[in-house]
């Protein structure tokens, strides 16, 4: 299925230069974040909000989304959205073009995790991982594009950027933990295959691959955090509590701490501004994970 966009197209190359105004690295970007209304997307939007950008708090949980954006301030709205249904991701797009007249970064960072042994792991869980982390980022790219070319086509001296909020379990893979590595991986061969496209028409595409969150919800939830999941699925030998797997990950990271959200936003930061850096996977790992 495909969503016809082309009225969202015209508003937006209507709106090239009207952007808001204000101050800060990112003054005047629209960016949507999927994925906002709580951990690593919730703080790095914070920090771009912080940096004079217009923010969309794009998510499938819209109660928490709204009080995200709403305690942002008022260049922030919360859109409704599953990364994984086409026509969610049109909607989430049109939407933000409604209501900014435009769209200049996409930061696709919802995913989730279903971790376990091979001989275990149950198809519905892989593929829905795969749905939201590789899935998602394909079609999240693919709407963004479909607005940044139109706008490049009303202002080609415009820059574009789509951002996948990738992990550095995309750079090496992850026991007992392969829907997920493999679905990070595979986003960055998107990232790269749009990079090529994509630079005809300014818009910058990278990935930026994250250590562990470790006080982020992903790891901490109590129910069904990857404490807890790890714990259950044997991944750390001898562990016998969540805080035996908590220790045995701090103690994985060179500067010894989990990832926090204002050290991924740095690196969202460096690819917005960049205009010579497409098609790159950063890391942000305390070390954790070098690049060969
Ligand atoms: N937490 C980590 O340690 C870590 C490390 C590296 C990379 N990452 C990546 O960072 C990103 C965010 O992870 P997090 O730890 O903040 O996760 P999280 O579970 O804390 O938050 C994810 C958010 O995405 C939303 N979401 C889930 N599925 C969705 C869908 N189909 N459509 C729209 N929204 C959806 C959820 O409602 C939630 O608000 C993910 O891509 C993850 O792979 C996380």
Redesign the pocket.
């Known amino acids: 299925m495909s969503v016809d966009m082309t009225k969202w197209c015209e508003i937006a190359k209507a709106n090239m230069g009207k952007r808001p105004a204000g101050t800060g690295r990112l003054v005047g970007k629209i960016c949507i974040v999927?994925?906002?209304?709580?951990?690593?997307?919730?703080g790095i939007a914070e920090e771009l909000y912080k940096e004079g950008a217009t923010i969309v708090i794009?998510?499938?949980?819209e109660p928490?989304a709204k009080q995200v954006a709403q305690e942002m301030g008022e260049r922030a709205v919360a859109i409704a959205?599953?990364?994984?249904d086409e026509e969610s991701v049109a909607n989430m797009v049109a939407q933000t073009v409604e209501r900014f007249g435009g769209l200049d970064v996409m930061l696709s960072?919802?995913?989730?995790?279903r971790s376990g042994p091979i001989a275990q792991l149950e198809k519905k869980d892989f593929d829905f991982v795969t749905s939201?982390?590789y899935t998602?980022f394909f079609l999240c790219a693919k709407y963004a594009a479909i607005i940044m070319e139109a706008q490049h086509e009303a202002d080609p001296e415009a820059w574009f950027d789509i951002v996948e909020?990738?992990?550095?379990?995309g750079l090496e893979g992850s026991n007992k933990n392969f829907a997920?590595a493999g679905s990070?991986f595979g986003g960055i061969g998107l990232t790269q295959s749009f990079a090529l496209e994509l630079c005809a028409y300014n818009i910058k595409v990278n990935a930026v691959?994250?250590?562990?969150?470790?006080d982020?919800?992903?790891?901490s939830d109590p129910v069904r955090g990857?404490f807890v999941q790890y714990l259950q699925a044997g991944k750390v030998p001898g562990a016998k509590t969540v805080d035996d797997v908590r220790r045995y990950y701090e103690a994985k990271v060179p500067m010894n701490r989990?990832?926090l959200p204002s050290d991924v936003a740095k690196a969202v930061m460096y690819c917005v501004e960049q205009k010579y850096e497409t098609g790159q996977a950063i890391p942000v790992t305390g070390g954790q994970v070098m690049l060969n």
């Open positions: 999927t994925g906002a209304a709580q951990g690593f997307g919730k794009a998510d499938m949980n928490l959205v599953n990364v994984s960072n919802a995913g989730v995790v939201v982390n998602g909020l990738n992990s550095k379990s997920y990070k691959c994250p250590g562990n969150y470790l982020g919800p992903l790891w990857l989990g990832c």
